[in-house]
């Protein structure tokens, strides 16, 4: 009798193989296609054969969501400057890797209903997130290559975001305030 583990290595191991021997079938037949474009598929491929393993394993396999969440985002991301042609973004688009580790501990967390990994992966993806802004906003602003609007905008909303959280109009719990106020005199 076979365990668990080993039927989702074989179905992980069985998928790959199935899929690299489609496009090898879909090259012989399609040969004036041009393939280029659609390679950061593979990669997105490949990241979504973690999640299938985190489904197939169950609870115990939930830590596949973290390596799914990163090579699925860089072939996101791989895909974004194989259209745009813009890939000079990949220096400061590496920042997104932190952000895909947030997605992929919040996702983990989900999967297994547990709080405390939710709102770290949260913490994480926002980290990533204001990293992207800031190292994005450095880069596109000195080289200006792509779109003079985004990051400005972006920075604009970073800005924004601060300075709410900080007053507590986002609608963040305010901390008890008793210890600032003197007791009731008798």
Same mark, same amino acid.
């Given at each position: 009798?076979?365990?668990?583990?080993?039927?989702?290595?074989?179905?992980?191991?069985?998928?790959?193989?199935?899929?690299?021997?489609?496009?090898?079938?879909?090259?012989?037949?399609?040969?004036?296609?041009?393939?280029?474009?659609?390679?950061?598929?593979?990669?997105?491929?490949?990241?979504?054969?973690?999640?299938?393993?985190?489904?197939?394993?169950?609870?115990?396999?939930?830590?596949?969501?973290?390596p799914g969440t990163i090579v699925s985002g =860089? %072939? $996101?991301? /791989?895909?974004?400057?194989n259209i745009t042609r813009h890939w000079e973004?990949? @220096?400061? +688009?590496?920042? &997104? *890797?932190?952000?895909?580790?947030?997605?992929?501990?919040?996702?983990?967390?989900?999967?297994?209903?547990?709080?405390?990994?939710?709102?770290?992966?949260?913490?994480?993806?926002? =980290? %990533? $997130?204001? /990293?992207?802004?800031?190292?994005?906003?450095?880069?596109?602003?000195?080289? @200006?290559? +792509?779109?003079? &609007? *985004?990051?400005?905008?972006?920075?604009?909303?970073?800005?924004?975001?601060?300075?709410?959280?900080?007053?507590?109009?986002?609608?963040?719990?305010?901390?008890?305030?008793?210890?600032?106020? $003197?007791?009731?005199?008798?």
């Amino acid at each position: 009798m076979q365990n668990h583990r080993s039927n989702t290595g074989a179905l992980v191991g069985g998928t790959l193989l199935i899929a690299f021997g489609m496009l090898s079938l879909a090259d012989q037949f399609f040969r004036g296609f041009n393939w280029g474009f659609l390679w950061p598929f593979i990669v997105i491929g490949v990241g979504v054969l973690f999640f299938v393993a985190m489904f197939a394993g169950g609870k115990q396999a939930a830590g596949f969501a973290i390596p799914g969440t990163i090579v699925s985002g =860089v %072939g $996101l991301v /791989l895909l974004f400057q194989n259209i745009t042609r813009h890939w000079e973004s990949m @220096s400061y +688009f590496w920042t &997104l *890797i932190i952000l895909f580790v947030g997605v992929g501990i919040y996702v983990m967390g989900a999967y297994t209903n547990d709080l405390g990994q939710k709102k770290s992966g949260a913490s994480v993806m926002k =980290v %990533g $997130l204001i /990293l992207f802004i800031i190292f994005g906003s450095f880069f596109e602003m000195v080289f @200006s290559s +792509f779109g003079n &609007l *985004i990051f400005p905008i972006l920075l604009i909303l970073l800005g924004a975001y601060l300075v709410l959280n900080r007053s507590g109009l986002l609608g963040k719990h305010k901390e008890d305030t008793a210890s600032d106020t $003197l007791p009731p005199v008798s």
